[in-house]
């Protein structure tokens, strides 16, 4: 854990270009050798540290009490992707580090295939599963739902306001991406709470 904790801590506060054995040991406060015992190069530390990142997520995800509607519910998942406190900024910040990574690291490239494609499926089943919703009214603007398509949409707008949260935290405040979520959420499920 000193290990996970420490490499995490470098990526987030400098940089994936920083993690390096001597880096990590340091700040875990073990020597290189207990380093290398557990990792032989800095893209099996990475490839770790990749999936500690979504592993964490998940089991907040998994963690959560279901909330008083879908909506709700939804949104209270999908909001542990969004960097809304300092933790989940750390996250974020090394989730999208190791995300621009992977489009040169075969290694990383599969973990963030299967990160996404594990992501769309349970929003896949979790829109399948909602008790039906009526019928939107004809050009009330809402579509009728279709939980692959809408999936997909709610993964990429998540995606996107944690990228800018990230990237440009003054543009986009954690209050404002939480309320583009919400806001999303009630036009995707009218009338759901």
Known sequence: MELTDALLRIAADRGLDRVSVRE?????????GAVQYYFSTKDEMLAFAFRQVVDRTRARVSALKPAAGPRQTLAATLRQLLPLD????????????????????PTLAAIQNATLTTIHEELRQTLASLPSLPSPPSGSGHPVLHPARDARLLLALVDGLMFDAVTAPTALPPATAAKTLDLYLERLLPGSD
């Open 86 to 105: 300092a933790r989940r900024l750390a996250e974020c910040r090394v989730y999208l580090a190791f995300a621009a990574r992977a489009t040169t690291s």
């Open 24 to 32: 990590v040991a340091s700040a875990a406060g073990v020597s290189i």
